[in-house]
C-alpha cells in the first residue's frame, strides 16, 4: 500500500546516462519506466521532473562561451527530449503519460498549467514536467520544488545514484555518515548537497518533504512508496 497519494518525482539527466558518458542508456530508461508503472499501478498520481545534464547543461554551456540565456535555453530543450523519451518508454510499458512544456511547443507537448496537470493526474496520467520553469537561472531543482508544490504533492522523491544524504560524498569518504531523517535547517547549516539552495528554501517555506533515495537500484522506488527507510527524509 502507499504511503503517498500524489508525487513528485525528481530525476537528474545524468541518470538516464547509465554506464555511458552522454546521452540515454536505453537500458536505464526501461528499468525507470517499469518502476514508475509499478507504483502507477498502486494507485499512485505521479509528476515527474528530468534534467538535461545528459546533453546539455546552461552553467557549463556559460563557461564555455555561451551567452547564459541561450545556454539555459538550450538546457531546457535538453529536457524536453529526455521527457519524451522517457514519455516514450512509459507508452511502451502500457502507461498513460503526457508531456507538459514550461514553453508553447505543441504538438511536441502540452503547454503546462496547475489545473491541467492535476486533471491529467487524476485521470490516470503520469505527467512530465519538461523545460524547467520556463525561465532562465533557474534549475530543475527548482522547477521540481515548484511543481510539486503547484500539484500538491504529498513529497518530493529524488532518485539520484546514492541512497540518501550524507555528511560527505560515500564513494570518495568511507567515515561518511548517511542520515535517515533531517530537518532542513541542519542540511542548510552543514551545506549538505540535497538541492540547490532555492529549491531547498521553497520546500522549506511550503513544507514540501523530500525523500532522497537510489533510483538506480530496481525495485527502490516502490519500497519508498510503501514507506521503507532505504533513503533520507529531508522536512521541515
Known amino acids: 500500500m502507499s504511503r503517498f497519494k500524489r508525487i513528485l518525482l525528481k530525476l537528474s539527466g545524468e541518470s538516464l546516462m547509465g554506464n555511458q558518458q552522454y546521452g540515454i542508456d536505453p537500458k536505464r530508461l526501461g528499468d525507470y519506466a517499469r518502476q514508475i508503472k509499478e507504483i502507477h ?98 534549475t530543475t531543482d527548482t522547477g521540481s520544488s515548484l511543481r510539486g508544490l503547484e500539484i500538491e504533492a504529498d513529497v518530493m522523491l529524488k532518485g539520484t545514484r546514492v541512497d540518501g544524504v550524507y555528511t560527505a560524498d560515500p564513494e570518495k569518504d568511507p567515515e561518511a555518515v548517511k542520515f535517515t531523517d533531517i530537518t532542513y535547517d541542519e542540511v542548510l547549516a552543514r551545506g549538505l548537497k540535497v538541492m540547490d539552495l532555492t529549491a531547498i528554501c521553497m520546500c522549506n517555506d511550503n513544507n514540501l518533504p523530500i525523500y532522497v533515495f537510489n533510483m538506480d537500484v530496481v525495485g527502490n522506488l516502490k519500497k519508498v512508496i510503501e514507506g521503507e527507510e532505504i533513503g533520507t527524509l529531508v522536512h521541515h
Open 41 to 138: 499501478e498502486m494507485g499512485v498520481q505521479i509528476g515527474i521532473v528530468i534534467g538535461g545534464g545528459n546533453i546539455f547543461r546552461g552553467v557549463s554551456g556559460a563557461q564555455k562561451g555561451f551567452d547564459r540565456v541561450k545556454g539555459d535555453q538550450m538546457g531546457m530543450l535538453a529536457t524536453v527530449i529526455n521527457s519524451l523519451a522517457l514519455s516514450s518508454a512509459l507508452a511502451a510499458e502500457g502507461v498513460k503519460n503526457k508531456v507538459l512544456t514550461a514553453i508553447r511547443m505543441e504538438p511536441i507537448g502540452e503547454f503546462y498549467t496547475k489545473w491541467h496537470a492535476i486533471e491529467a493526474m487524476e485521470q490516470g496520467n503520469v505527467c512530465i514536467f519538461s523545460a524547467g520553469t520556463g525561465s532562465p537561472y533557474f
